[in-house]
DNA sequence: CCGTTCGAATTTTTT
DNA sequence: ATTCGAACGG
């Protein structure tokens, strides 16, 4: 996002002065280095390409589709395209437009990019995610619907915030109505290009009815606001194409050559501005792997590729299968997975490459105990010299799984980085801050506003009566609350009837506010936000308190400041609305830290994209993964099938799977069953004595109804599998970890509770099956 | 109007 | 276990 400063505006100046300095046939391709005789742009631009990889590359005109499966080298081509175009000259570089998943792969392209042009070319490039895309769009020509350009992006907690406050006005009970539900309506009916009043008419419920009511009044507060939500910066754009073709045939001018990334996971609002944009000349090419589709509840709508080929019958398909990431092991286990799912077009997928360490299962009794043999791994991998750190990753269906390792990994005192969970930016404190710079760049953003008064000393002596008084009078005026304070400086406005100690604080409040957005012109953004935290109070609460928890907010705060040095080229007025930008649309995941030797923790949803040489998947239980919420419905279960093979194949070498026979849950222990997806795996790749299926009898798949749960014969000498719960006499409890066949016997790998692992003879060890 | 305290729900994934 | 809202006392 940083390095799109100087462009971000798209102003057709940075154009003219890039056609004349565009380097000449030969400049972008001076690297090539050690070799003697020089390459010409197209070959070094196609060396090391496969057939399919080539084809993907060179056919630029037209609807294309490329179809690619884990590890095909997907960003390989899409870098590789972008090259092609601009080196054979059929394009120039701001004339390209890639869509990427996140912020971070936008970087990344950029920077392989770079490597093939030379970086001049490739920051002219436009790379983005569509919403970054959208906001510059918007900050352009929204103006034209109603959006200044300096509006705000509000996220997830302002969004619930809105939502909370048109249940009070509608006087509805937010526990009956819950909010995110609400919201997740309102999302799906943005996709939709439903307005309040279609939802009105369709409605079918009182619910229906609640949701337009809510929705109208959401939509009135964001409009009040100058605000939009992640949705409206897709749909006022798709909005504002539709009302003004000029605008949008400017852009189809400009942007001749369109690339899609993540193709399978973008909604019909992506898709309609997709097909906007390249509804004039056609140069269309998205990428994509329906089988990795796992942003459903994101409204991603999984037609949008299946049906491709239908909305651009002339299309060229191009199938990537071969996999250039993974042992045959691993391939062939991902393989073996999805295969299973219904809803899906068969596709091959295959690899080369040679064969490595069989997967692994880890049975373990505890999250601790997981975590412990995770780390335990981790360290014995480092320690003979088969990883670095920054090699490994632990992948997890949620957030809170994280936790565990964590602890175990402080404890062995190895490095790690966390991705996403509580992010930066949706810190208590750091929200405060941000609430006090939004509402400086945009002062009819109330909701900010309000945040700034009920948590910063600015709002001292400012209750929610007075607001209530400051927002009607506001109404009555046509302004915002803010814009009131600033009357109330100026005097030009009688004050509303409140106490005259009340007008008081609000003239001063007022005052406070002009001050700051004078300072806002003349100074960078970091000496703003300084003055911004201690004209508030903000900087005075954290900085003196005691409490090391507050103390560790203001550290998050000193760092705050240290991203918004980033903007001090530039006054705040310009700096900050660039950097609010930054705040609303960074990913997780774009806070990855590569370069450090660390091992990384992160969700399978984060983890896409990513590949690493030795993954753990940890928690792979029933009600984890698949996730309990998402057994609805064959779809969400072929989803979380999905998601379970987008882990698989994130990884290169060694793969672990683990799994808990019970997990502390809000508090509770609860007892967990391995996941069914693991009686999918080929027994010929996982290593022998840790098959997890046929051991523990469970229900059957939710369509079939319920299968016994009872094992049917119990021999006198149990038959001993690993995950299992038994008891010894001498050892007490314990849990069979492995189980190696031995000639009509059973060598048994044991994890006692009390004693240890041992490993014992089961026809003499007189083991006692529990359950 | 402000701060505290208690009770309750809450967690699936995130631009 | 944490966080959010309601209720209460200062």
Redesign the pocket.
Known sequence: MLEERGNARGEPGSEDRSVTGEPERGGPFQMAGERLVPFSGMERILIGLDADQCVAVTTTEGPVLVVAGPGSGKTRVLTHRVAYLIGSGRARPWQIVAVT??NKAAREIRERLGGLLGTESAQLVQAG?F?SLCVRILRRDGYRIGLEPAFTIY??EDQLALV?QALRDLGLD?QRF?P?MLLGRLSRAKNDQHSPSDLQSMAQSYWDEVAARVYERYAQYLQRAQAVD?DDLLLRTVELFTEYPDVLAHYQDRWRYLQVDEYQDTNRLQYQLVRQLASGHRNLCVVGDPDQSIYS??QADIRNILEFQRDFPDATVIRLGRNYRSTPQIVAAADAVIRVNRQRIERPLWTENPPGPPIRLLACWDEQQEAEMVVSEIDRLVRTGNARYRDIAVLYR???QSRSVEEALVRRQIPYQVI?GVRFYERKEIKDALALLRVLVNPRDWLSLRRVLSETAF????????LLQLEQWGQRQQCSPADVLLLLVEEREEAPALAAA?VRRLRELGGELVRLRAAMVEHPASQLFDLALERSGLAARYRDASDPTERERWENLVQLRSVLERYDTVPAAEGLPLFLEEAA?V????EAEMSGDQVTLL?L??AKGLEFPVVFLIGVEEGLLP????LESEAELEEERRLFYVGITRAKERLYLSYCSSRNR??LRERCLPSHFLDDLPPDVVEAGSRASERVPRVAPPAGGHAGPVESSAPVVPRLRAGQRVFHPAFGDGFVVAVREQAGDQEVTVQFKRHGTKTLLASLAKLVVEE
């Not at 990913?587 to 774009?590: L, R, S």
């Not at 996730?627 to 998402?630: I, P, Q, S, V």
């Open positions: 998943f996140t995610t919403h996220d997830e909370k937010p819950s995110r992640f509840w994101r949620i957030n809170a996403g709002g001292r002596g400012i209750g929610e009566k007075t009340t649309l990913a997780a995941i774009d969700t949803h984060a996730h309990a919420r998402a809000f508090g």
